[in-house]
């Protein structure tokens, strides 16, 4: 037996296969053998195979077949893409036009064929359209002879923006053309839509206009006006409007190229580029049809740029109607037009008249793409009293990144290169030449001289040995210029100290232990973890005008609960207990390397020499110095707790209590040691590079005090 038959494109939903919807390729069709019960879709039933909808051979698309079927019981299921929907089921009274599938489960009802059967009017409808929303469409092509008639042989096209607006002039959607289910371009459509008012409007392609609007039928006409816009459409719930079309016509382009004509020959040869920035002009000739006789109407002027690929040279003019024209090529200064019309090949020879820089008049036609206008410019000898010159400094006010009185100038015998910028883009590339080098001198200064007029590059070769260790460059190097026969001066290059290590030190009382409860308590007790300090004379967190713009660095690790304590702890009683906690952290641009962190212990307190001993363990010496630093970074938490543990004494730790009138380290920049200094090596220590980051960038020391 053989089954068949169609899967349709149901455009406007009614479930019946009309003249002008398509059939669908790429649907999965299955077909089942009924296991007895009569029913599809039971568990009785069993596969027999499946095929996918394809052209039949003669033009036909969404056509599936099974063939050499046994005799037998059975029913087919179709699988539809995603974005369609089954149509009703069983619409009309034609069973050859209708859908016969369930629009629920895709499968139709048993059906009993013998071995001789060919049954091929198992059809299906799929649709987008939903009852409740409505859709719109359909279809951009190529008008090739411009006529608004969408013409056997013109084709669509994709990659056209087509917006939906509503009748309040407000977006609705934006898409663009591609291939419809069968692979033809052009189309588009809008799903899902609220019953109402809308317009369609449609972005033409660069170079191409709009075909005239609503000519002839509706369903082969264009719907846009010269704008792209189209007329009001309403649409009600169930609608699948696919009428609303627009052609596109081809517009006439005019270039294409300006080289510089090396060897003079009037040809275009292998390595010779295009030249930018020449302007040219596009006209009507007048009433005599000639050029350049006073009574031409200019039209548009352009200058010769990079193309999409970035060479050089090329130029062209668009939108024009079609008719007779004629170019106007001005010669920029340095060059001269070149020979005109040489040889017999047109797309390489140049096409101006070197008097005049007029091209012959030419006719344009409709969608004509006329690039083969070229001209050869030829370089004029040049006499060489360009000059270049500049100073290398040491920039002391890097903010501007200028040449300020009084900055000092880096020594003699630095190195500075000079290159010839040939294909004029400010970049040192492989077309480019070096023309010279040169050295400084004792003021730090260099010049080139007897330089031809042109484009040129300065680069200072920052690997000269010369340049002292702590400088580094910090204006732009590969400075472009271009060089006349006036002097360019002040072509100057600044060097920036490099950046120093930096840390920040934040100080807080983080505990307290009273002498009544004897019970250590974390400060503060409500509130903030932390406070910061401000210089407001007379306030609990008063610190003065010499601190930190600001102890909440965003580098800190989870600054919200890691930076605890306060600055004042209120009211203390002779044998209360202080905790105090220097917080640091690494934020210059380099390793702080060996930081020693020395803290006097505050007036009216004694340092207490064993407040770690049962925390550390009991060691055989005094511990009274607390650090915490890591390699991982902190949990979410952000609390920590000292993981270091330090003596008191001169050994192999590293840290140190030095107990009041005895010597402290000079680069302590403690004069007098009145009441005790604590003094930590902590070692180098990497800069922050993000909150937390590296985990070693940061951490604390910790001691404790009794109130006297």
């Known amino acids: ?69 046994p005799a037998g019981d059975y029913f087919v299921k179709f699988i539809p893409p995603g ?22 489960t895709g499968q139709t009802n048993v059906f009993s064929v013998n071995q001789t059967t060919d049954t091929r009017d198992f059809d299906a409808g799929l649709t987008s359209v939903d009852p409740a929303t409505a859709s719109n469409g359909d279809f951009v092509w190529l008008d090739i002879n411009g006529n608004g008639i969408q013409d056997g042989d013109e084709v669509g096209v994709n990659g056209v923006t087509v917006e939906l607006y509503d009748s309040g002039n407000t977006l609705i959607d934006s898409t663009q053309t591609s291939n419809d289910f069968n692979d033809n371009p052009g189309f588009y459509r809008f799903r899902d839509l609220t019953p109402g008012t809308y317009y369609v409007k449609f972005i033409a392609p660069p170079s191409h206009a709009f075909s005239p609007q609503d000519q002839g039928d509706d369903t082969l006409d264009s719907d846009a006006d010269a704008t792209g816009q189209t007329a009001n459409i309403t649409l009600s719930a169930g609608d699948s409007n696919q009428d609303v079309d627009a052609g596109i016509v081809p517009q006439p382009i005019l270039g294409d190229f300006v080289w510089i004509d090396n060897n003079g020959d009037g040809l275009q040869n292998l390595g010779e580029l295009g030249l930018n920035g020449v302007t040219v002009n596009v006209y009507n000739p007048g009433g005599d049809g000639q050029p350049g006789g006073g009574d031409d109407t200019l039209l548009a002027t352009t200058v010769t740029t990079n193309d999409v690929a970035g060479n050089p040279g090329f130029y062209s003019f668009s939108g024009l109607a079609a008719g007779n024209y004629f170019l106007e090529f001005i010669a920029p200064s340095g060059y001269e037009i070149g020979f005109q019309n040489v040889g017999n090949d ?17 006719a344009l036609a409709t969608s004509e793409d006329k690039r083969d206008l070229d001209v050869g410019m ?57 023309q010279a080098t040169t050295d400084t001198d004792d003021s730090g200064n260099y010049s080139f001289t007897s330089l031809e007029p042109g484009k040129y590059i300065v680069q200072v070769d920052t690997n000269d040995p010369e340049i002292p260790d702590e400088l580094m460059l910090g204006t732009s190097n590969d400075i472009p210029i271009e060089v006349t026969t006036t002097a360019v001066t002040d072509v100057n290059f600044g060097f920036d100290v490099e950046s120093l290590p930096k840390v920040i030190l934040v100080k807080r009382i983080t505990a307290i232990k009273r002498k009544e409860s004897n019970v250590w308590e974390s400060l503060p007790t409500s509130g903030s973890p932390f406070v910061d300090g401000i210089d407001s004379p007379g306030a609990d967190n008063h610190v003065g005008s010499v601190r930190a713009p600001d102890d909440n660095h965003p580098n800190w690790p989870n600054p919200n609960v890691y930076l605890r304590g306060l600055i004042n702890s209120g009211t203390v009683m002779p044998g209360d207990e202080l905790e105090y906690t220097v917080y640091f952290l690494s934020n210059g641009s380099n390793y702080a390397k060996s930081l020693r962190i020395c803290d006097r212990v505050p007036a009216e307190t004694t340092f207490i020499p064993d407040a770690f001993n049962q925390t550390a363990g009991n060691p055989a010496s005094d511990v009274g110095i607390a650090l915490f630093e890591s390699t991982n970074p902190l949990p979410s938490s952000g609390l920590a707790e000292p993981n270091i543990y330090l003596s008191n004494i001169p050994d192999s730790d590293r840290g140190r209590y030095y107990s009041p009138l005895t010597s402290v380290p000079a680069s302590c920049n403690v004069p007098v040691n009145q009441n005790g200094v604590v003094v930590v090596e902590v070692g180098d220590v990497p800069q922050a590079t993000a909150p937390g980051e590296p985990p070693n960038s940061y951490g604390f020391i910790r001691f404790r005090a009794l109130v006297k």
Do not use: K
Request: charged fraction near 20%; charge should be negative.
């Open 1 to 69: 037996a053989i089954i068949g038959d169609l899967v349709w494109d149901d455009q406007n939903g009614n479930g019946i296969q009309d003249n002008s919807e398509p059939g669908i390729n790429g649907v999965r069709v299955e077909l089942w053998e009924d296991g007895g019960d009569g029913q599809p879709g039971t568990s009785d039933d069993s596969f027999y195979g499946f095929t996918l909808t394809a052209p039949d051979g003669t033009g036909n698309d969404g056509v599936y077949l099974f063939s050499n079927v």
């Open 83 to 104: 974005n369609l929907n089954l149509s009703p089921q069983d619409q009309g009274g034609d069973e050859t036009a209708d859908s016969d599938a369930d629009p629920n």
């Open 346 to 362: 047109d797309t390489i020879d140049s096409d101006a008249d070197p008097n005049t820089g007029y091209t012959e008049v030419f």
């Open 378 to 434: 030829i370089a004029l000898p040049v006499t060489s009293t360009g000059e270049v010159s500049g100073t290398l400094y040491q920039d002391d006010n890097p903010q501007n990144d200028s040449f300020d009185n009084g900055e000092s100038t880096l020594p003699a015998n630095i190195t500075v290169v000079l290159y010839q910028d040939v294909n004029n883009n400010n970049v040192i590339d492989a077309d480019d030449t070096q």
